[in-house]
């Protein structure tokens, strides 16, 4: 069984750093793409970006891109979602997700609720 | 505002049927497959329907997707409470090289 763990929820000031983590087990880590999605509060989906672990090859979206950091350890079937520099706007729900074929987003992890307030 | 264009709500009640839009262009849509997402309140979303109309195990038959053009839907059939949630759709766009969602659809069993 797919299981993605994550990191626990987060309380953080602005301009803060931060890093999150995604356990994987259940399946051969560095063979499927794994992204972020985020939630904010009372607000729909949206996706951040995803790391092909057996070569770090990262894609971002648009939106997301230069405002945060995918990375991803192979040795400890482990992502990571990164902030240099927190902003009250970054307070929201993220959930790590497997891609799947079609890039469907096959397992969700439970999510990490990230506060940043001052 | 989101790339694909869904309902904010609908509703129906216990043990009728409910569809759910979802529309896109070309890009989206048109050139890729696409999968619904079921959010109960509270919980992380959950892979319902994936390449237009395929469910994963686990998943009842109650639930269905199609693919036509630019546009997508969500059926269930059957409706229980339980399935009061939020439902998303999401696609890869090409154009973007990115995953693009809908809004969110709220169900209400009422």
């Known amino acids: 069984e797919v299981q993605l763990v994550q990191s626990g929820a987060e309380v953080k000031k602005p301009g803060e750093s931060l890093r999150i983590s995604c356990k994987a087990s259940?399946?051969?880590?560095?063979?499927?793409?794994i992204g972020w999605v985020r939630q904010m509060p009372g607000k729909g989906l949206e996706w951040m970006g995803f790391?092909?672990?057996?070569?770090?090859?990262?894609r971002y979206s648009p939106s997301f891109q230069g405002q945060v950091t995918i990375s991803a350890d192979k040795s400890i079937s482990t992502a990571s979602l990164q902030w240099s520099s927190l902003e009250a706007s970054d307070t929201a729900m993220y959930y790590c997700?497997?891609?799947?074929?079609?890039?469907?987003?096959?397992?969700w992890g439970q999510g990490t609720l990230v506060t940043v307030s001052s | 505002q989101s790339v694909l264009t869904q309902p904010p709500s609908v509703s129906a009640a216990p043990g009728q049927k409910v569809t759910i839009s979802c529309s896109g262009s070309?890009?989206?849509?048109?050139?890729?497959?696409v999968s619904w997402y079921q959010q109960l309140p509270g919980t992380a979303p959950k892979l319902l329907v994936y390449?237009?109309?395929k469910r994963p195990s686990g998943i009842p038959d109650r639930c269905s997707g199609s693919k036509s053009g630019t546009s997508a839907t969500l059926g269930i059939t059957g409706l229980q409470t339980g399935d009061e949630a939020d439902y998303y759709c999401?696609?890869?766009?090409?154009?973007?090289?990115?995953?693009?969602f809908g809004g969110g659809t709220k169900l209400t069993v009422l």
């Open positions: 997700v497997r891609h799947g074929g079609g890039q469907r987003l096959d397992s």
């Open positions: 259940g399946y051969i880590f560095s063979t499927s793409w």
């Open positions: 790391i092909y672990p057996s070569d770090s090859d990262t």
């Open positions: 070309s890009s989206n849509i048109g050139s890729n497959y």
């Open positions: 390449d237009n109309n």
């Open positions: 999401g696609t890869w766009d090409s154009s973007l090289s990115a995953v693009v």
